[in-house]
């Protein structure tokens, strides 16, 4: 597993485009989907060390997707930041319950993005991060 | 009339005793009439007796009110109850018309005397006329209480019934009790015995007693009318009681009349004797015929019958004293005329002339004349008194008497007109606050029904905009996203280096988008605020600091316009325990729009100061445009900026300062503002400094 390797996703293909060319800039591997089915084969095919996951999809969920890579044993320890607009209260305890690893709310701050992500990677506990 | 098991029964057990003790005295009467007991008879030795009839009657009330008391009304209670209605109230009425219409029905005597004696004397047999009435009342009352009758009027006529009975047992015994209490003559109230009328008055009271029960009769009558039944009720009983002093006084007079009318008579008899006696003696003197002097013997004997009469008749003791004058004359006259007698006997005519010419028969005679003329006299002086006497009582009889009714009429009637009126008035206000209770409950329903209707679609509405809010919350962010990032992408020259003027464009719509992100913030929050969701949590930290902080972030915006930013915070206000994000909140809110409405080198001021030992104000004072007096009302309002439409210089949200109120009102504080137009404005804003210590 490449510890550099990102996937990205988000149904929004300008916020998609943001997002990869923040971390490309930054030095790491970024793979892409726009919706949960797209995810999971990339996932299974080259598991990531870090989703950035928004959670309104088209079909599944990012929530429910969370759900399903953290109940796997091949997939529970991927890191997932939920990378999302619901910035409303309450939705970051939504995520964290659902197994998210970080909350992110959109937009993102681009100066902070690459930073937060470097943390996600080595630190392994649950950490909110707000932009 | 079931018995109903949540009634007190009190009134029930009350009633049964009263019975009891009623049939009790009248056995006991009966008893002492079967043995010739006058303890049992009459109590006191020579009072009125309880009559034979009234023991009966008595006997048989008595232990028909103790069946009747306990309310169970079998046939077998029913048809005993109305028998012995009936018996008693033909007793009573028989009783009554014997004594109007003078009949005899032979109804008084029942055989425990011989007839013959019985008959010699009504009034030691027949029950008085009052004994009667009352046996008439207690018989219709006790079939009114097992007949079937409305409750209500059943109610009326026990009510009443009783109340008459208390009202006659009562009187008379008063009646009883105001000879040994006032020492009056006994007043016996139409003959009626002492236990009789306590048999009454029991039977009085236990019929009120059972009407209570039956219907819970209350006396709800208010303190004015019942003082008013009271004054009307004793003033009646007051004239009724002058009435018969007077009356009694009066009779008393005329007896005393009669008698001195009497004594009158008497002393002319006397003194017409007199002159027979003188008469009769003489012709025996002159003719020595022995036959006169038979006829002087008849005289004398008329004499002292007449001075006897007179003796029985005079009371007082000067008349006493004269009469016993008159006696002695007369005997001595009488004795001067036997000694001229024996003198014409013994020694003739001649000799008995000269007794007769020592004139002391004449003189005795004259004495005799005088002392019966002094006694008429004083009779008829007295008789003048009396008369005069008389005449007084008369009047104040005739004076008292209507106006004592008068009074006690219009007493009773204004008692009975306050009753109902206030009967009426008490029935209309009932039907009244019936009538509005009822409306009230319509209205109340209406308004539960209207208000749960008002309650869900509010819920709803929150509900739809809370949905509303959060969708366009993500709706905006999302392509924010795109703009913010990629504005910050660029500008950073991520990817490649811009010239000066790409870079600033670049940088406006970087402004214009973070712009746009505060107002969907502000937007949010002011929601959260409306829906009592914001959340504060207080900590501990320095003003001074936070002030700091936040000036760093707003103070590139002031540089940029040359403003020069001072800020003194108070050395005592070391810390305060506040949610920190919302004191920055506000001090930036506060200095953002200072800093927007200031123009080029003008002169901002934070001030930070303790205000009492609770609070600390901080005030933001600009040398800005200032605001209209007329604007400063609806500066704390939601979405409004005092400069709108196309004339508006400034930018922001309209929010920002209806946003910082409500935060500050959340957390027990105040904000106010002071301005001169064109001079600049200060706002300030009152904070607690311990706000775990407000109540919110």
Redesign the interface.
């Known amino acids: 597993m490449n510890p550099n390797r990102i996937l990205i996703v988000d149904d929004n293909a300008i916020n998609l485009k943001l997002t990869r060319s923040v971390l490309k800039s930054a030095g790491y591997d970024i793979l892409e989907a726009a919706d949960a089915e797209q995810a999971l084969a990339i996932i299974l095919q080259t598991p990531p060390a870090l989703i950035l996951l928004d959670i309104a999809l088209p079909g599944m969920d990012g929530l429910t997707l969370t759900r399903q890579l953290k109940a796997n044993e091949t997939t529970c320890h991927i890191k997932i930041a939920a990378l999302t607009a619901f910035a409303m209260k309450g939705d970051d305890q939504k995520a964290k319950l659902a197994g998210c690893d970080a909350y992110i709310t959109k937009p993102i701050d681009t100066r902070k993005l690459p930073g937060q992500v470097a943390a996600l990677l080595c630190v392994s506990e649950y950490k909110g991060i707000q932009s | 009339m079931t018995p109903k098991p949540h009634q007190d029964i009190a009134p029930r057990r009350a009633a049964c005793l009263a019975g009891l003790v009623v049939a009790t005295l009248g056995a006991s009467a009966l008893v002492g009439w079967m043995f010739d007991i006058t303890a049992l008879k009459s109590i006191f030795p020579g009072s009125v007796t309880m009559k034979i009839n009234t023991a009966i009657g008595m006997l048989l009330c008595g232990i028909t009110l103790a069946f009747i008391s306990r309310q169970i009304f079998l046939s077998a209670t029913r048809f005993w109850t109305t028998i012995v209605s009936v018996v008693v109230i033909v007793v009573g009425a028989l009783t009554l018309s014997e004594y109007f219409f003078g009949w005899d029905f032979g109804i008084d005597q029942w055989g425990f005397q011989d007839r013959a004696s019985a008959a010699a004397d009504l009034r030691t047999w027949r029950m008085s006329p009052t004994s009667a009435f009352a046996f008439l009342l207690t018989g219709c009352a006790l079939l009114t209480s097992v007949r079937h009758i409305a409750p209500r009027m059943r109610l009326s006529i026990l009510a009443a019934l009783g109340a008459s009975l208390l009202v006659i047992g009562f009187l008379a015994l008063i009646g009883h009790a105001s000879g040994p209490l006032l020492q009056a003559r006994s007043w016996d109230y139409a003959g009626m015995a002492i236990h009789t009328a306590v048999c009454f008055t029991l039977l009085g009271l236990a019929l009120l007693a059972l009407a209570r029960y039956g219907s819970e009769l209350t006396w709800s009558l208010d303190k004015a009318t019942t003082a008013g039944f009271g004054i009307g009720i004793i003033s009646l009983i007051t004239a009724a009681g002058i009435s018969y002093h007077f009356t009694d006084q009066l009779q008393q007079s005329a007896t005393k009349v009669g008698r001195t009318q009497e004594v009158l008579k008497e002393i002319e008899k006397v003194t017409t004797d007199m002159s027979i006696l003188g008469s009769s003696q003489r012709s025996f003197i002159n003719t020595g015929n022995e036959h006169f002097l038979e006829q002087e013997k008849e005289n004398q004997n008329a004499l002292h019958k007449d001075l006897a009469n007179l003796r029985k008749l005079i009371s007082n003791p000067l008349q006493n004293h004269r009469l016993a004058q008159l006696e002695a004359l007369i005997a001595e006259r009488i004795s001067w005329g036997e000694k001229t007698i024996t003198a014409r006997r013994l020694h003739g005519l001649a000799a008995a002339e000269r007794v007769i010419e020592s004139g002391t028969g004449l003189t005795l005679s004259a004495s005799v004349r005088s002392v019966t003329k002094q006694m008429e006299d004083d009779e008829y002086t007295l008789l003048e008194l009396r008369k005069q006497n008389e005449e007084a009582i008369s009047r104040t009889t005739f004076l008292l008497l209507p106006l004592g009714v008068f009074l006690s009429i219009t007493l009773l009637s204004l008692g009975l007109f306050f009753l109902n009126a206030g009967i009426g008035e008490r029935t209309k206000a009932e039907d009244a606050l019936r009538e509005s209770n009822e409306n009230l409950e319509r209205k109340v329903a209406h308004r539960t029904l209207e208000l749960q209707q008002a309650k869900e679609r509010a819920e709803a509405a929150a509900r739809a905009k809370s949905d509303f809010?959060?969708s366009m919350?993500?709706?905006?962010?999302?392509?924010?996203?795109?703009?913010?990032?990629?504005s910050?992408?660029l500008v950073?020259g991520?990817?490649g280096a811009l010239n000066a003027q790409q870079k600033e464009h670049i940088e406006d719509i970087l402004t214009s988008?973070r712009h746009l992100?505060q107002l969907i913030n502000d937007v949010?929050d002011l929601a959260?605020v409306e829906a009592g969701?914001l959340?504060f949590i207080p900590e501990l930290f320095s003003p001074s600091q936070a002030i700091e902080e936040v000036c760093a972030v707003a103070g590139p915006m002031a540089i940029k316009k040359k403003i020069d930013l001072n800020i003194s915070v108070a050395l005592e206000l070391l810390e305060v325990n506040l949610d920190q994000m919302k004191f920055k909140q506000v001090v930036y809110n506060l200095l953002s729009n200072a800093i927007k409405f200031t123009d080029d080198r003008g002169v901002i001021k934070i001030n930070c100061a303790l205000n009492g030992a609770d609070q600390f104000h901080l005030s933001v004072k600009d040398s800005g445009i200032g605001i209209k007096p007329e604007d400063l009302g609806r500066l704390f309002r939601d979405f409004e900026q005092i400069e709108s439409g196309p004339t508006r210089r400034y930018g922001g949200t309209g929010l920002g300062l209806a946003l910082t109120r409500k935060i500050v009102e959340c957390q027990g504080g105040n904000i106010s503002v002071e301005s001169e137009f064109g001079k600049g404005s200060t706002f300030t804003v009152a904070l607690p400094i311990n706000a775990s210590n407000v109540q919110l």
């Open positions: 809010l959060a919350s993500h709706e905006l962010r999302t392509p924010l996203n795109g703009i913010i990032g990629f910050e992408f950073d991520s990817p988008g992100l949010l959260k969701k959340e």
